[in-house]
């Protein structure tokens, strides 16, 4: 009967998750904050925020990926 015990000499084994995630969600919040805090005429700054959250969906993906 095991109670969740490990038993001298074994060991837990926990799976790792990837950064990628992590790194996509800061480009996605990170492009957004470019995107809705820009001033209008600064359109390089928007294309920018658009290109981090673009970047950001793709790192997100690709981390799940090898789940």
């Known amino acids: 009967m095991q109670s969740g ?6 060991r837990r084994c926990y799976k790792h998750g990837s950064i990628l995630p992590v790194i996509g969600l800061v480009l ?3 492009g957004l ?3 809705f ?8 700054a928007a ?5 981090l959250i673009a970047a950001g ?3 997100i993906r690709l981390g799940r990926r090898g789940r």
Do not use: T
């Not at 015990?5 to 074994?10: A, C, L, Q």
């Not at 805090?37 to 390089?44: E, V, Y």
């Open 5 to 10: 015990w490990v038993r001298p000499g074994e």
């Open 28 to 30: 996605i919040a990170a």
């Open 33 to 35: 904050l470019l995107v």
């Open 37 to 44: 805090l820009c001033i209008p005429g600064w359109a390089w």
């Open 47 to 51: 294309l920018a925020g658009i290109a």
């Open 57 to 59: 969906y793709v790192l």
